[in-house]
């Protein structure tokens, strides 16, 4: 299980994270929320041992993730940026690129890394997509193919910053639904997302973070039931029950 320990990161002396402590589970999404920057991304960042922690620990059943090498850290830990130059290469080169991990010197793909890929983009629905540029793909269609990448590195953890943002509501769902699938895989998904309702709606697990802080952490209904929501983002949050399960929505306070 990936966890963090008392965690402080920052940037050139000036912390951003202050002792953050969360556990994210295997077959469960993780929902990370909070104002714009409070930290979310550094925290992202530090837990994918691309980002270095000044105090605490990041750690990976037990291992120190800053500690192990890039290609080892990449075979357990998936990470999906806000945002990436977008590579003039087919969605099928880019999905190999999850496999880029696991090959040996000379570094040449293998039929079976071809193979991965290939069951990647099927598994996101995207198989027709393959020989497609990714520079000519929908921004929805695109997010999937991060997200078959993702699945191609064939990790525990899956961490995703941002990937509903930009998509209209059909795309968002859909990623949303990717990664509940992805849990049930097994894998650890962690999602730093913006839409509260979609969170607190799709999310097992929730981490509410405010100045670099975790405020509160713990189901969609115990978050909600803390009342830090409305501290956290200065805005009153209400629940609705309906056909369709509890829904949520904001109002100015
Ligand atoms: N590369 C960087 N160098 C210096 N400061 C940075 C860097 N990246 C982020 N910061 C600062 O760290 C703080 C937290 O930023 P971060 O991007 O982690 O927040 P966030 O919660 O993800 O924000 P948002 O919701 O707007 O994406 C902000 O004050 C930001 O300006």
């Avoid at 299980?1 to 993780?30: I, Q």
Wanted: proline share 5%; charged share 20%.
């Amino acid at each position: 299980m990936l966890e963090a320990r008392d965690l402080c990161a920052g940037y050139g002396g000036a912390e951003v994270l202050h002792r953050v402590t969360a556990k994210f589970t295997p077959g469960r999404v993780t929902g990370i929320i909070g104002p714009n920057g409070c930290g979310k991304s550094t925290l992202l960042k530090t837990l994918a041992g691309l980002h270095h922690p000044t105090e605490g620990q990041v750690l990976l059943d037990g291992i120190s993730v800053p500690d192990l090498p890039p290609h080892l850290s990449a075979q357990k830990i998936a990470y999906l940026p806000q945002s990436r130059n977008v590579p003039k290469i087919t969605a099928l080169r880019m999905v190999l690129h999850g496999r880029f991990a696991y090959l040996s010197y000379p570094r040449r793909y293998r039929t079976r890394d071809y193979e991965a890929a290939r069951r990647a983009l099927d598994w996101i629905g995207a198989g027709e997509l393959a020989e497609k540029n990714v520079s000519a793909l929908s921004g929805g269609q695109r997010q999937k193919v991060y997200i078959a990448m993702a699945l191609a590195q064939d990790t525990e953890t899956v961490l995703m910053d941002e990937p509903t943002t930009y998509l209209d509501i059909r795309n968002q769902m859909e990623v949303m639904e990717l990664a509940r699938r992805l849990a049930e895989l097994g894998k650890a998904v962690v999602m730093v997302v913006h839409d509260l309702g979609a969170v607190l709606r799709n999310a097992d697990d929730v981490l509410l973070m405010h100045q670099g802080r975790v405020m509160a952490a713990g189901t969609p209904e115990k978050v909600y039931a803390s009342g830090k929501l409305e501290a956290a983002f200065g805005v009153a949050v209400h629940a609705v029950d309906t056909p369709e399960g509890r829904q949520y929505y904001c109002t100015p306070l």
